[in-house]
């Protein structure tokens, strides 16, 4: 529920007021973080024990504590309107994305050459 009232608020005037520059809805990063953001923050008041969540609120809850909810999305979960702000993302925290990779992508440890 928190998670479909975050994108409602952005289909109304929330939209056009944090990107006036365009003309029609599309779906954003901004837009996405904050309803993921939403249900992280959701679930942590919820005082569930971390080994009782299901695995998938579990990493949502350690991406968006580590501060890598964006990056996760931006490389996982992109869609056409999402994918409009990698090069915002990119150029503003290049770092990020590239301790995201090695830390959720690119495992240390592994050896490329095998």
């Known amino acids: ?3 479909s009232l975050a ?5 109304g005037d929330r939209f ?3 990107f006036p520059g365009e003309k029609a809805y599309r779906h ?3 837009e996405e973080n904050a309803a993921l953001s939403a249900v992280a923050e959701i679930v942590k008041e919820g005082k569930i024990k971390r080994e009782n969540l299901d695995e998938s609120l579990r990493n949502l809850v350690e991406l968006h504590d580590a501060g890598m909810l964006e ?5 996982s979960g992109s869609d056409d309107g999402i994918a409009q702000n990698y090069g915002r993302l990119s150029q503003q925290h290049r770092q ?3 301790e995201y990779l090695d830390r959720y ?3 240390s440890g592994v050896n490329p050459a095998r």
């Open 105 to 107: 992508v690119v495992h």
């Open 16 to 18: 056009k007021k944090e």
């Open 7 to 11: 994108r409602a608020s952005y289909r």
């Open 96 to 98: 990020l994305l590239r």
């Open 71 to 75: 990056c996760w999305i931006l490389i």
């Open 28 to 30: 954003t990063l901004k």
């Open 1 to 3: 529920m928190g998670y």
